[in-house]
């Protein structure tokens, strides 16, 4: 089933509005992650003054450890916010 409406046919026979909003506010999450990543680890990982048009070697480390580290931080950011619901 589709966010957009395209798996099972929604109640009044149109487009489901509700999925439809879910789904930008994913697309919008994923865009914010994305772009809070770029931000992040270029500004660590890379030199301002562009030697070469491909990224060197510790650059391209530099970029996999610091979006790495990015989601497991995230993992457990989530995993910590789901345990304090759950006891709330």
Do not use: T
Request: hydrophobic share 40%; net charge neutral.
């Amino acid at each position: 089933m589709s966010f957009l409406g395209r798996g099972a046919p929604s109640p009044a026979g149109g487009v489901n509005h509700e999925r439809i909003e879910m789904a930008i506010n994913e697309i919008d999450m994923v865009s914010d992650v994305f772009n809070r990543i770029v931000s992040s680890c270029h500004a660590k990982c890379i030199s301002p003054r562009y030697a070469e048009g491909d990224l060197n070697k510790g650059e391209s480390v530099c970029i996999d450890r610091c979006v790495a580290k990015f989601f497991e931080v995230n993992k457990k950011v989530g995993e910590k916010m789901q345990s304090a619901g759950a006891s709330a």
